[in-house]
């Protein structure tokens, strides 16, 4: 367990727990796609993964920026939320209801995710890390922008048809 004795410390640690959890998401996501059966779900799992490689990419970027080594520290609450989504793909369900229980377990990554990443980005300006807290918005744009496309394609379709 790392020492805590500063907030320097703690957004350390909170990237390695982003780092890990998204590294988490990169296997999970083409799981999920494939079991999803509307295909806006599927292009949505599929181009959000794509995103997802980027976020990686971006937070070994921040890494670098505040001169640290990339490094996971394992994020117990996206092996949980993936486990959700796991069940989902596992459920004898209709292919609309399974649907929206992809959906709902997406929509819970990305709010989580936008948790993180709200928090890691307020404590980059805290510190002066401006470059930092620029990609952190950036990943946090596009984490809202993938649950608002979950959202859309569940209110649109998939909520209905599984109704």
């Known amino acids: 367990m790392p020492n805590l ?3 320097q410390d703690l957004f350390v640690e909170q990237l390695q727990d982003l780092y890990d959890a998204e590294q988490q998401l990169t296997e ?3 799981k999920m796609a494939k ?3 509307n295909p806006q779900l599927q292009q949505a799992f599929t181009a959000h993964l794509t995103e997802t490689q980027g976020h990686v990419d971006r937070l070994a970027q921040v890494f670098q920026i505040i001169g640290e080594k990339a490094e996971r520290k394992t994020c117990k609450a996206m092996k949980g ?3 959700e989504g796991n069940e989902a793909i596992q459920e004898e369900a209709a292919p609309e209801v399974k649907d929206a229980a ?3 377990a997406g929509n ?3 709010h989580y995710e936008m948790a993180g990443y709200g928090t890691v980005r307020t404590f980059a300006q805290q510190l002066g890390f401006s470059d930092a807290a620029q990609l952190f918005q950036q990943t946090l744009d596009e ?3 993938a649950d608002q496309k979950l959202t859309q394609i569940a209110e649109s379709r998939v909520n209905q048809q599984a109704q």
Do not use: W, Y
Request: hydrophobic letters at 60%; zero cysteines; aromatic letters at 0%.
């Open 81 to 83: 939320l993936i486990e």
């Open 102 to 104: 992809l959906i709902a």
């Open 108 to 110: 819970r990554v990305e």
């Open 143 to 145: 984490e809202v922008a």
């Open 28 to 30: 999970a996501l083409p």
């Open 5 to 7: 004795n500063s907030l």
């Open 35 to 37: 079991a999803a059966k």
